[in-house]
């Protein structure tokens, strides 16, 4: 196993409910360790072991967001 980071970019975040919504979908996906999220600049920084990176992305998408 390793341990890596990812960097998203999240359209549509505007405020602090937004920032854990996000949290709490990409926080769910398998080996993820911590999520930050950024809301001025939109990046979601995740940390993890085996991140599936199109779970990551799913998990934005069904906290209503979308990722580019
Ligand atoms: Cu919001």
Avoid: K, P, W
């Avoid at 709490?24 to 599936?52: I, R």
């Amino acid at each position: 196993m390793s341990t890596t980071e990812q960097s998203y970019t999240v359209q549509g975040m505007t405020c602090h409910s937004c920032v854990t919504m996000v949290s709490d979908e990409v926080g769910e996906v398998a080996g993820v360790d911590s999520v930050e999220v950024d809301l001025d600049s939109g990046t979601v920084t995740v940390q993890g072991d085996d991140v599936d990176e199109a779970a990551v992305r799913r998990a934005i998408v069904e906290a209503g967001f979308e990722t580019s």
